[in-house]
């Protein structure tokens, strides 16, 4: 058996983002939820409905009926409409928790989502490599629901 060395930086990842969102602090909020929930997407576009029970300790998951499906996250926190936060194994079928941060602040003209995925466990390369492509095209459909919804 070959033992390999890993390094606390091969087993994390952390992903920052700024969102700037041009609609009211309240409707980006739920659009966040409508878009990390049933309105979910691959990055690609193809359907990935997911439920989110929005209260502290409840879950985030992908339902798949008949009792099956992939448990995500649990809410870690929860205060409308500046803080979203989950606490879970996400897509990963291999070790790996996570922790995602939501925090949205009122700016001149919207709102500002600040986001952080951080990250530990062992996570493959092709994974890491795109778990930004992921999060960047979630967060576009976000913008792109609450400021269509705020017109």
Do not use: C
Not at 125 to 132: E, I, P, R, T
């Amino acid at each position: 058996m070959v033992a390999t060395e890993r390094t606390l930086e091969d087993l994390t990842v952390t992903i920052k983002q700024e969102i700037q969102v041009q609609a009211p602090m309240d409707i980006t909020f739920n659009a966040l939820l409508e878009q990390l929930g049933p309105g979910n997407e691959t990055p690609d576009g193809k359907p990935l409905p997911m439920k989110i029970e929005a209260w502290p300790g409840g879950r985030w998951y992908r339902d798949l009926g008949d009792g099956n499906g992939h448990f995500w996250a649990n809410v870690q926190a929860i205060k409308r409409p500046s803080l979203l936060e989950f606490s879970g194994p996400l897509f990963a079928s291999f070790p790996m928790v996570s922790n995602l941060q939501y925090r949205l602040t009122e700016v001149d003209g919207g709102t500002l989502i600040a986001f952080r995925h951080t990250a530990l466990g062992f996570i493959p390369d092709d994974v890491k490599a795109g778990m930004d492509k992921g999060w960047t095209a979630m967060h576009a459909r976000v913008r792109e629901k609450a400021e269509a919804l705020s017109k």
